[in-house]
């Protein structure tokens, strides 16, 4: 059985579709395609499909991935990235398709861009002068208080045309997972940041050492 990795972008009207619908629509994809996939054995027979890291709906990514299993010894990569994305619904591109060099827990951090009116400034300029970041993180055993100061010390922009850009570097993963929204809904409530008004588009999944993870 060998294992492959769809590599996919997530941008536009596709970053409103949920995990679930996601996973429908990769399952009806693949199907079109035609490329031979394993299906899990039992009453009611699925794809096996396993995705990485996924995100929260609203924001964009350019490196998304998923895991199928295949009984083929040799998969011709390129003629499956091909097929997959002629079938691909709006806003979701299958960038490539390889074989994989690191399980999904290897991956530690995860960047994003953020791109905000120049408006915005004033709130960022508001958080740099904070001491401290406080907010209470949703885990499986409850809440778990989190200054996101430690992570987010300084958040350095740069205008761009009619905008600002920002770059964060989260950590990531079922262990340590701090996401962009955590940051934006602590900046709506405390220095009157719109999060409607900032787009967030993830651009790399990282391994402990910040290399990329592949």
């Known amino acids: 059985m060998t294992t492959v990795r769809i590599w996919f972008t997530k941008t536009g009207e596709a970053s409103y579709i949920s995990l679930l619908d996601l996973q ?7 199907k079109r395609s035609g490329i031979p996939v394993w299906y899990t054995m039992g009453f009611n027979p ?9 995100l929260p709906l ?5 490196v998304e991935s998923v895991d199928v299993k295949t009984e083929l010894e040799k998969v011709p990569l390129e003629d499956w990235r091909q097929a997959l994305d002629r079938v691909m619904p709006l806003g979701i591109k299958v960038t490539r398709v390889t074989l994989p060099k690191y399980k999904a827990e290897k991956i530690c951090f995860a960047r994003y861009q953020l791109r905000m009116p120049l408006s915005a400034q004033a709130s960022v300029d508001a958080y740099n002068q904070l001491e401290s970041a406080v907010i209470q993180k949703k ?7 989190i200054d996101l ?10 205008q761009k045309e009619n905008e600002l850009q920002a770059e964060l570097l989260l950590t990531a993963g079922e262990g340590n997972n701090l996401n962009p929204s955590l ?7 405390h220095c009157g940041l719109n999060p409607t008004d900032v ?16």
């Open 183 to 189: 940051w934006l809904n602590f900046m709506q409530e």
């Open 46 to 54: 699925h794809i096996y499909m396993t995705f990485a890291n996924p």
């Open 24 to 30: 429908r629509v990769m399952q009806r994809s693949i």
């Open 199 to 214: 787009s967030v588009l993830r651009t790399a999944l990282l391994l402990e050492d910040q290399t990329d993870f592949r």
């Open 139 to 145: 885990t499986k055993r409850g809440h778990k208080e």
């Open 149 to 158: 100061k430690q992570a987010l010390p300084r958040i350095e922009t740069e």
């Open 58 to 62: 609203g924001q964009e990514s350019l």
